[in-house]
């Protein structure tokens, strides 16, 4: 079956653009998950979605990041004023939520700001 | 705060040539412990799930297991096509956000 996809695969933003990366969650997934992932180093989470409802937004860096999932299906990440600091893959994942809990990750969006 | 640190941070092999990565964890309160592999370019895929110490798990060339402290994750007879970063992660007891470690880049040669 189709797994969880992203777009676009690759941006690049120039210093205080905003930017807004798409998450399509496998079918059926209750929630939806952004991780940010620096080079050479482990994802790091952003924030939860449990359908519609946002639960966790504790990792998100600043308040320039915001996210969304307005219908519990397609997630929507942005970003606003872009800061080189914002360079990153922005991976997105969704599970069941009665399961064994595991995470099923997207291909990511990778992001360069100049 | 949860912790996870992965060991080493490369490792390189010969094909056929087994070892083992390590990963020790601190979390207040263990929901679950994740396994992972990711290729260059691509996002993680799921290997495993361990929930409690003393749990196994085989998938191929791949054993995991889980202690109080940390997990290994054990490759036997490893291919070339073994070679990824595999990632470890834990999840705390009433959370659901992953803390993954760094990961272990594994190269295997031919």
């Known amino acids: 079956g189709a797994g969880v996809s992203q777009s676009p695969r690759y941006k690049v933003a120039k210093r205080g653009q905003d930017v807004a990366l798409r998450c399509d969650p496998i079918?059926?997934?209750?929630?939806l998950f952004w991780y940010q992932q620096a080079l050479g180093q482990g994802p790091e989470f952003l924030t939860y979605f449990q359908n519609e409802a946002q639960l966790d937004k504790s990792g998100l860096p600043s308040d320039r990041f915001f996210a969304e999932r307005p219908e519990g299906s397609v997630s929507t990440l942005k970003i606003q004023r872009t800061q080189q600091e914002d360079s990153a893959v922005y991976l997105c994942a969704s599970s069941l939520v009665r399961s064994s809990y595991e995470q099923y990750f997207g291909p990511g969006t990778r992001l360069t700001v100049t | 705060e949860d912790q996870v640190t992965q060991s080493p941070e490369a490792l390189r092999l010969q094909e056929g040539e087994s070892s083992s990565l390590n990963c020790s964890y601190t979390?207040?309160?263990?929901?679950?412990l994740f396994w992972y592999r990711q290729d260059p370019g691509k996002g993680p895929e799921f290997l495993f799930t361990?929930?409690?110490a003393g749990e196994e798990k085989e998938k191929e060339r791949l054993k995991a297991t889980l202690t109080k402290k940390e997990s290994f994750l054990h490759i036997t007879a490893p291919k070339p096509e073994d070679s990824a970063t595999y990632l470890c992660?834990?999840?705390?007891?009433?959370?659901?956000?992953?803390?993954f470690g760094s990961g272990t880049r594994l190269q295997v040669q031919p």
């Open positions: 979390v207040s309160g263990l929901r679950g």
């Open positions: 992660a834990v999840q705390a007891t009433g959370r659901r956000a992953l803390t």
């Open positions: 361990l929930y409690s």
């Open positions: 079918s059926g997934h209750v929630s």
